[in-house]
């Protein structure tokens, strides 16, 4: 490590663990190593950023070269290599995992590579619907091990979930689609129970699939069974959940699924939504609104009004609440300044009544059949084919509806 560290600070040899050092939550070094098994790392090399003293980087450079480059060839000690089936076709999501640390996947090639610490190390190989393999390895300072990994096909049943709708909005009811479970090609017909598993601080208020049975495990846990048959491949379920208004960490979901013979389990990641911050002022008198967020729970926004007026059910309604997605007509005795913190929608649902709706989205979009919106210069309501964002418009639809926001 750098001499003048090593010598001179209270670090251990110039090095010190940066839990250790001072606490930081939420960083993308954390993301890296659970979700993706990379290792992101932070290097200070002096306790200021800018410097004028002439030849400084200079300095840094030759103080820490040496630590640079045992880094870099360290990153090339481990194992990389390539996991396919019998007949040479790669397998995608395979798990590798070693005795410590968190385990990494193959990409849709079915490559891999880790970086490990030197000495014997056993990897184990796993992925849906195949016979889990293990392989010990000799790693060697600043050698990669070159691995080609065959997984023989397991007659067994598979969860292979994936939330397929766009990103939670924290404190707002989601709609999250689970597909892919199922048997695999060769052994149909098996009895199985699936259970979903929510973060404990979210509630799981609705469940729909073709189960058999469903019940309810606990407040943010369902199960479903599947009687012989029941369960075919690419089964889908519907759930309805609600996470608190916080967005300090990302969802991580669990599906186990159960059957005679043994047990698979995933996690996945479910991404929040993002948090934007919208201002502006409205004039006196009457306005059209429409809010291009949905508002946070908790947010510190600030509105000049109490109380605003939408389009529902063929009569307006007056409710202290905004609606992202629809427009709302205010009335102020005086022009003033607003501020409205928020999630941009990310395919959250609304519901549109059969006949005139007047509506709005956070981006451009093409109206079919055509619109009516508000001419800010004639103040008259004139046809177009497409509505720009967080412009209200009235859209007359032959039926009820339920719309996407994006």
């Not at 993301?31 to 002439?54: D, K, N, P, R």
């Not at 597909?179 to 404990?200: C, H, K, M, R, Y």
């Not at 109380?307 to 629809?326: I, S």
């Amino acid at each position: 490590s750098n001499p003048h560290i090593r010598l001179d600070s209270p670090f251990s040899g110039g090095i010190i663990n940066g839990s250790e050092w001072y606490r930081c939550d939420g960083e993308q070094q954390d993301w890296q190593y659970v979700f993706t098994g990379t290792l992101g790392i932070t290097a200070e090399l002096w306790e200021e950023y800018e410097s004028a003293e002439t030849g400084f980087l200079d300095q840094l450079w030759e103080q820490n070269r040496k630590a640079f480059l045992s880094w870099l060839k360290s990153a090339c000690t481990g194992v990389a290599g390539y996991v396919c089936t019998p007949d040479g076709q790669p397998v995608r999501n395979a798990q590798i995992s070693v005795a410590k640390g968190i385990p990494i996947y193959t990409d849709d090639q079915g490559v891999f590579q880790r970086t490990l610490t030197i000495g014997k190390q056993t990897l184990t190989v796993s992925a849906p619907g195949f016979v889990t393999a293990t392989q010990t390895v000799t790693v060697r300072q600043g050698e990669s091990v070159a691995l080609e990994l065959v997984l023989e096909p397991e007659e067994s049943l598979q969860v292979v979930a994936t939330a397929a709708e766009g990103r939670w909005i924290p404190g707002y009811e989601n709609h999250l689609t689970i597909w892919g479970i199922g048997t695999s090609d060769n052994l149909p017909g098996q009895a199985a129970i699936v259970t979903l598993e929510l973060p404990s601080n979210w509630t799981l208020t609705a469940v729909e699939g073709h189960a058999t049975a469903m019940r309810r495990e606990s407040a943010f846990s369902w199960s479903l069974l599947y009687v012989d048959g029941t369960l075919q491949s690419g089964e889908t379920v519907q759930c309805t959940v609600t996470p608190p208004d916080d967005a300090s960490a990302d969802a991580v979901l669990a599906l186990e699924l159960n059957w005679r013979d043994g047990v698979s389990r995933q996690r996945w990641q479910w991404l929040h939504g993002e948090s934007r911050t919208m201002e502006g002022t409205l004039p006196s008198g009457w306005s059209l609104f429409c809010p291009g967020l949905l508002p946070r729970r908790n947010g510190d926004s600030s509105v000049p009004w109490n109380y605003n007026w939408v389009w529902r059910n063929g009569v307006w309604q007056m409710t202290e609440t905004l609606e992202a997605g629809r427009g709302h007509f205010v009335h102020l005795a005086q022009a003033k300044a607003w501020r409205l913190t928020g999630w941009v929608p990310a395919a959250q649902r609304l519901f549109c009544d059969g006949g005139w709706n007047l509506l709005g989205t956070t981006s451009s979009h093409a109206a079919n059949p055509p619109a009516w919106v508000l001419d800010d210069e004639s103040a008259a309501w004139i046809k177009t084919d497409v509505v720009a964002p967080c412009q209200p418009a009235w859209h007359f639809l032959a039926a009820p509806e339920t719309r996407l926001l994006e």
